[in-house]
């Protein structure tokens, strides 16, 4: 069966980085695009950046644009994201999606 395993996530003070990583299981990762989304307390989930399955394009939302990279290894069967320059408003539960499965998401705290 399809299964995300996502890590990375913390606690991290203003301007500070943190890299997420999601290991898929189940499914020919490398014929898939895959997506970052997030979901901050009181707010809908939302699109945070998706990269195709060559890795060659990606997209990214209007509030992450120069501050995340996401990336992705075919052979590890793992999708990342780069986040530098955090903020409070980046926190939430950051989840990995991919061929209409999500994984179990992951807690990102941006405070001091």
């Known amino acids: 069966q399809v299964q995300f395993v996502e890590s990375g996530g913390g606690l991290v003070q203003p301007g500070g980085s943190l890299r997420l990583s999601c290991v898929a299981s189940?499914?020919?990762?490398?014929?898939?695009?895959m997506s970052w989304y997030r979901q901050a307390p009181g707010k809908e989930r939302e699109l945070v950046a998706t990269?195709?399955?060559?890795?060659?394009?990606?997209n990214y939302a209007d509030s992450v644009k120069g501050r995340f990279t996401i990336s992705r290894d075919n052979v590890k069967n793992s999708v990342y994201l780069q986040m530098n320059s955090l903020k409070p408003e980046d926190t939430a539960v950051y989840y990995c999606?991919?061929?209409?499965?999500w994984g179990q998401g992951t807690q990102v705290t941006v405070s001091s």
């Open positions: 990269i195709g399955s060559s890795g060659g394009s990606t």
């Open positions: 189940g499914f020919t990762f490398s014929m898939h695009a």
């Open positions: 999606y991919g061929r209409h499965y």
